[in-house]
């Protein structure tokens, strides 16, 4: 058989194979015998001509993705300045969030800084105390580029006593998933010479509430960066513009942003951020103190409350999965509350310590589903339920749930937040 023939009988055959998957689906779609107005008549907008290449300088989504918004609960922190917002989980897809998404999270309100006069400082416990310019910073040598999520503490902190919130924005919106541009943190601090007493770093932030937290040293010279940029172009002010501090796989709150000084001690400072905050209540009445890793975690966005089933026959279950403790290994999804398990297609680059995003594809009768999914990481940490998670921490806290989360799936395709432990 001739290179051409063996061509010719390979492109039948996709053709049949393509005719069957269509023939799969024909009971969801318009009948062909029905003229569908919206392919045989001419739409407006092909009758005129349409803006010029820079009428938007910056792009913005369609006026039609009307959901593909950050949104806040109001009622969930006394003001704004000191409140969060909650990435759109259900309305994205891969593993990367656009830079207009990600959640804030503000404990002064939003830093307004100009670069020219930003400094960033080492001192402390070192040989020779540092003040770097902007210029500085992007001279330093060791450029790198990496992909991280960024996780409050608090995320899904409403949901330990039950479901509430209504929709996986709400329940698991506080984390984004970006490419990181910067230095490592062990350039700056190899410059200054940390004495050999230097056991802590002590991280602040230049915004009204002068965020500080206190970071392992071995974790400082591990794998933190000093970063100015997300995603290819500069942070956002919202972000932590023009510096922000990146510590990956640990509570997004030691993420300082609009980072200023980086300080060498040799014990933690007990800062207010890690004390009166971010410390687990359990339920004995002790707190834990520096528990600084996310553990594995996953969500599924579609189907949830903010995106119900709307057609039955073959449909595209899809989520997220991300852990602190290494890469994502393994996601399983339960369509009956855990009772029965499949294992998820995991779809596109994985990371340590970064989002994954896993698919199963399946047929909807109108059948009611409980859907979950559970997270396994590379070092064999396996997502627990939420019950297995109250056995050893109570209900006290409000950080570091990552249970297992269930989404009720009606008839009619509507979906609601429901608690199957």
Known sequence: MSDVEAFSRRRVLNLGLAGAGAAALAPTLASAQTPDPAIVERQEWTQYLGDGVNAKPYGVPSKFEKDVVRREVEWLTASRQSSVSFTPLHALDGVITPNGLCFVRHHGGEAEIDPAKHRFMINGMVDRPLVFTMEDVKRMPGRVNRVYFL?????????????QLNGCQFTHGMIHNVVYTGVPLKAFLNEAGVSAKGKWVLAEGADASAMTRSIPLEKAMDDCLVAWAMNGEALRPEQGYPLRLVVPGWEGNMWIKWLRRVEIGDQP?????ETSKYTDLLADGRSRQHTFLMDAKSVVTNPSPQAPLTSKGPNVLSGVAWSGRGAIKRVDVSMDGGKNWRTARIEGPTFPRAMARFYVDFDW??????????????????????????????????????GIQTWLVRPDGSAENVEVS
């Open 269 to 273: 400072w007990a800062q207010r951020e």
């Open 151 to 163: 996780e409050c503490a608090a995320n899904s902190g409403m949901e330990w006593r039950g479901s």
């Open 365 to 402: 009768n109108g059948q009611e589903l409980l859907l979950q999914s559970r997270a396994m990481d590379d070092s064999g940490y396996v997502q627990p339920t939420k019950n297995e998670l109250r056995t050893f921490r109570g209900t006290n806290s409000i950080y570091h749930n990552n």
